[in-house]
Structures are given as C-alpha cells and as structure tokens.
C-alpha cells in the first residue's frame, strides 16, 4: 500500500476551475474521505488521483513516486465506481478474474486468488452466477472483489454506495470499513453524506467550490470546524449560528450576546464588526437561571432525545435535550452554553476566530 501526497493541485476546464490549489496527505492504510456537496471537486480531485483526469498543475505523489502527468495504468490504483462497471456478459468469477486474465497471470494463480477474495466478501456461493440477477448489495462486492483481486497500491472510490437502498447502506458501509481494516489498504472514498464520512474516516477533507475548506479527524472537524460551511455541512441538526456586532480584544476570554456575558476559556483571535457564536445542538440546554432567553418555535420528538427549536435576539437555534424535557410551543425558555463547546466565526469570511494553538488543549468539554 502507499502514502499519496497532494500539493497545489489544480484542474481547469476552459474557464471554469474544478479544483483549487488542493494539499493534504493520506498516510499508507488509512480510510480517507473526500466530502462535500455536488460541484464541489471532490470526484474531480479523486480522478486525479487515479490518473483518469490530468491536472491543470500541482503534484501527486504515490508512494514516493510523482506521477501528476501518469495515466491511470501506470499508477496501480483501482477504482471503485457508483454503479459497479461490471461486465454482463460475464459470471461473477469471470469479473473478478478479468483483469488478472489481462495481465496474462496463469490460471491456476489466478483461481486461488479469486478464490481468496470471494472468502474475504462472503460471496463463494455465487461466483458461477450471472451477475445481471445479483442484488445491488452483491454486485457491489463484485466490484470490490475486482479491485482487492489485483492487489494496488490504493483504492479509489466515488460513491460506491450510493445506489443502495439507505438501509442496505448504512450495512454495506459497516461490511466496507471491516473490510478496509483487515486488508490495511489506502483508500480515498468519495461521498456528499457527512454522516457515512464520521462513519468510516480516518481523516475527512471537506470540499467547497473546488478549495480544501478543513482536513482532519473526524471528531476534530465536528468539534472545531476551521468555517461556517464546515459547521454547517457536519452534524445532524447542524451548528448553530446566533448573529452579533462585536468586537474581541486579542485577550478576551468572553463575548457579549444581547447583553448577556459568556464566558469562553481560550484566548480568541482578535476581530472587530459582525461576528457569529456558532454552538452545537446537544450542547445547548434549558436553564430557566439563564437570563438569555428565547421562545419556542417548535418540538420535535425524536425516542431518545428531543429538537427544540427557539427563537433568540441575535436568531433560531434548536436544542437537543432529554425526551421527558416538557417544553410547549410559545414558551419562554432560559438557554446556557457550554462555554467550551463553543466556536466563534467572523462572518464577513466565514472564518473561525479560534487558534489552533487552543485545539487540543481543552478536552472538548
């Protein structure tokens, strides 16, 4: 497997740029998730990869090799697509063969190696089937099974479930992370689903109008999103933003909201004008000691939890607390913060104003 190293990476077409100066590092075996919205450059930037698109300008480094200006054969990666590229006309051995049979590997090599691979995708019962009558689920094992038999340097996959059901989804993509974990391989996996991102990365690069807007773990990303987009983009509901006009000394350690005093226990960057106190859902709670307060707008019952979403002086929010929680439409509703949880934006950039120097000191809350 290989470390593959991205710097500058650029793609024009025509006028229109795709991807903007991209640069990050997958390191050998990790599961690396390329996230963002459609038109974002997130496929564009994982065919470059692949070499089934040249750069504009940059380098790509695979395995210590450049290869920015290689074709895709040249590269020993395999691709993993959508809607499986698999051949109709052939079994299901037949496919996963196929290209061992290109190479010209011999025959009795290249039965124990599809052999090993069905074992691997519990699919040994069906490799004399047709795979035009396979189900979603089993012709996407075909197709992995094509791209583990050759054994490459990495794997590329765009979106290689999105074609299933969301039930049979979320299943598929557990089988895939184990599947990654035993073979150790580099992946770089495509998708515009946040929550399969959290899921399965290693470490997540998100995407916006072709330019790397964060790159991290996970848990880093969701904690302290480096902008409004990312804030917006990770969680499920997303960040809250309440609006405000400001301004924050280099040693602040508190912010006003409507008058209202909060403490925040870091050293913020400076910043002057409107500025916005981005929170997450589950860290805000009903304190009716709070004097900001807010109105009810609407419930909604979730089993476990409930979203209260609230209307404030600086704007909506919504609330994650308990299920047994009573609170009605129209109430008036005191609201705390967990000052460690919190994140502030200048809005005019969209930029959070946390240093990174703070990130990793604090044990996020």
């Not at 069905?118 to 189900?135: H, N, R, Y």
């Not at 959290?198 to 302290?224: R, T």
């Not at 509703?333 to 946390?354: D, M, S």
Request: aromatic fraction near 8%; charged fraction near 25%; glycine fraction near 10%.
């Amino acid at each position: 497997m290989a470390q593959i190293i991205i710097k500058n990476l650029r793609k024009d077409f025509g006028d229109f740029t795709a991807v903007k100066a991209s640069s990050f590092t997958i390191e050998d075996g990790e599961f690396f998730m390329l996230l963002g919205p459609s038109g974002c450059g997130k496929t564009t930037t994982l065919r470059m990869i692949a070499g089934l698109e040249l750069p504009t300008s940059g380098e790509i480094y695979i395995d210590g090799e450049e290869v920015s200006q290689k074709r895709a054969s040249q590269r020993d990666i395999a691709f993993v697509f959508q809607m499986f590229a698999l051949y109709p006309h052939l079994n299901v051995r037949q496919n996963i063969s196929y290209p061992l049979k290109s190479e010209g590997m011999p025959k009795a090599k290249i039965k124990a190696k599809v052999a090993e691979v069905a074992e691997i995708l519990g699919i040994t019962d069906i490799l004399s089937k047709p795979v035009g009558g396979l189900s979603g689920g089993d012709r996407q094992r075909v197709a992995l099974g094509r791209a583990i038999v050759r054994e490459p340097k990495a794997f590329m996959m765009d979106e290689p479930l999105g074609a299933l059901d969301a039930e049979f989804r979320e299943h598929m993509s557990e089988e895939l992370r184990a599947l990654h974990d035993r073979m150790g391989a580099t992946t770089v996996y495509v998708t515009h689903d946040q929550l399969e991102a959290m899921q399965m990365g290693d470490k997540i690069v998100v995407m916006n109008h072709g330019s790397v807007e964060q790159f991290g773990v996970p848990q880093e990303i969701y904690d302290w999103p480096a902008t409004m987009f990312v804030a917006d983009f990770i969680g499920s509901p997303p960040m809250n933003f309440l609006r405000f006009e400001g301004e924050i000394a280099k040693k602040d350690t508190s912010v006003s909201l409507n008058g209202h005093r909060f403490d925040i226990p870091f050293q913020l960057e400076e910043a002057k004008g409107a500025l916005v106190f981005g929170i997450r859902p589950e860290h805000v709670s009903l304190d009716e000691s709070s004097p900001y307060k807010g109105e009810v707008l609407v419930t909604e019952y979730l089993g476990t939890t409930q979203i209260v979403t609230i209307q404030t002086a600086n704007g909506v929010l919504k609330a994650r607390v308990e299920a047994r929680a009573e609170v009605t439409i129209g109430q008036t509703v005191g609201l705390a913060f967990n000052p460690r949880t919190v994140t502030l934006f200048y809005e005019p950039t969209g930029v959070a104003l946390l240093s990174d120097a703070n990130k990793g000191v604090l044990d996020h809350g």
